[in-house]
């Protein structure tokens, strides 16, 4: 039966965020990450057209939640259990079977064996069981933020991730693509090479480049003398370039400003991203990091390319002290 995960500007039934609840975790952090979710749901609610599905991993983050959050219109307050908020990596990916709903879930080994958290491997059933969707169980390792579709069997990803041995060991391109043609449909797959610097999902896809329309894909154009990543956004953009999709499209291919140096911890470049943005029904939300010229050009570059959607930056600096931002932590249920 034929398998098909839609493009993220499809039509959602619901989209799923996930809400930070461990102060072991987050210490000093929470209450900003808090609230930098909050106002992610709120927006995700209100000119997104969402109907937003937020997960609380605790007593204590329920409670938190439902202070910030109790009375916003469109936005239910699910309790559930999580490691941490990163559903896009945790959580299932809903495709298309026989015209019914399905989730894919896939074993999730935290990140390479980095960052393994009681609850993470429950999260794909629980999202599934709340959605009323089958849960197909894959007995692969696969993060959701490792993969980009564009709704006609095109995959996005990259060949430090998906062929890391802290994977799948022994995995090459052509079982690794023989998987995504079971899992998503998928007829044809694009390799990408190297991720962000200090990523330590070894490079998602969702921080290097991304599918905004058919045809079309968008990843980072180094800013400012302080960008570590020069040299893999450059990568990104030639292998794009170079690239035709399921539909034998060569793609168009956008540049948007990187974020520049963003200081994270240890003195370190931190893996921040404007690709880390989420497609909303009504909405392109983006993470920014701290006030300056790149956010403004990376909106304006967003704008050219989703025409009919209200984009939005808003913070998410709290936020990526865990490591990512606003398309980690959320997953689209499509209508």
Known sequence: MTVLVPAEWAPH?????????????????????Q???AALARALAGPGAERVRLLTGSAAGE???????????????????????????????????????????FQFNGWGGKYQLDHDDEVAA??????????????FILEGGAVDHDGAGTVLTTGQCVLNPNRNAGWTQDVAEAAFAQ???????????DGLANDHTDGHVDNLARFVAPGVA??????????????????????LAEATDAAGRELKVVRIPSPGWIEGAEGKAAPASHMNFIIANGAVIMPTYGEGQAADLALQALESVFPDRKVIGLPSMAILTGGGSFHCITQQEPA
């Open 13 to 33: 039934r619901a989209m799923w965020l996930g809400f930070p609840s461990h102060e072991d975790l987050w210490e000093d952090d929470l209450p900003q990450a």
């Open 126 to 139: 629980q999202i599934a069981t709340a959605s009323g969707v089958k849960l197909n169980a894959h007995d």
């Open 35 to 37: 609230e930098e979710v």
């Open 63 to 105: 409670a938190d939640a439902r202070r910030l959050l109790g009375d916003v219109a469109g936005i239910e307050i699910v309790p559930g259990r999580f490691g941490d908020i990163w559903l896009r990596d945790t959580g299932p990916i809903f495709a298309k079977s026989g015209g019914a709903d399905v989730a894919q879930g």
């Open 183 to 193: 899992a998503f449909g998928a007829t044809k797959t694009i390799w990408l090479g």
């Open 218 to 239: 968008v990843c980072p154009v180094g800013f400012g003398r302080g960008d570590v990543n020069i040299e893999a956004y450059d990568d990104a953009a030639r292998r």
